[in-house]
């Protein structure tokens, strides 16, 4: 399963951006998608995750800005960023966890993406 991350780019405080996340690949199963950052000198944090039940949870210093989404025929994750401060300055990283079938069975899956730069001036 591969992961392609798009979106990222340079933003002024109080704007906004859009980060997507296609997963391709064949015989594979998501049980939750979501999206990670890390800033320089800090550990990477969970910024949002959906479940295949559609369950979305958020990092309390996005909730109300950030909204996740998903395209299921796609295999696609989205998040939408509004209101971006400084503090969201990171390497934005997409996540899946599932399975995929390998030749004997099902194995779990935990695949990332490239990660892409969002950068928010002031």
């Known amino acids: 399963v591969q992961l392609q991350a798009s979106g990222g780019g340079l933003v002024q405080a109080g704007g906004s951006l859009r980060l997507s996340c296609a997963a391709s690949?064949?015989?594979?199963?998501?049980?939750?998608s979501g999206w990670y950052r890390q800033a320089p000198g800090k550990q990477r944090e969970l910024v949002a995750a959906?479940?295949?039940?559609?369950?979305?949870d958020y990092a309390d210093s996005v909730k109300g800005r950030f909204t996740l989404s998903r395209d299921n025929a796609k295999n696609t994750v989205y998040l939408q960023m509004n209101s971006l401060n400084i503090e969201d300055t990171a390497v934005y990283y997409c996540?899946?966890?599932?399975?995929?079938?390998?030749?004997?069975?099902?194995?779990?899956?935990?695949?990332w993406g490239q990660g892409t730069q969002v950068t928010v001036s002031s």
């Open positions: 996540n899946v966890q599932g399975s995929f079938l390998y030749v004997y069975g099902w194995r779990r899956l935990d695949a």
């Open positions: 690949g064949n015989n594979f199963k998501i049980d939750v």
């Open positions: 959906v479940t295949s039940g559609g369950t979305i």
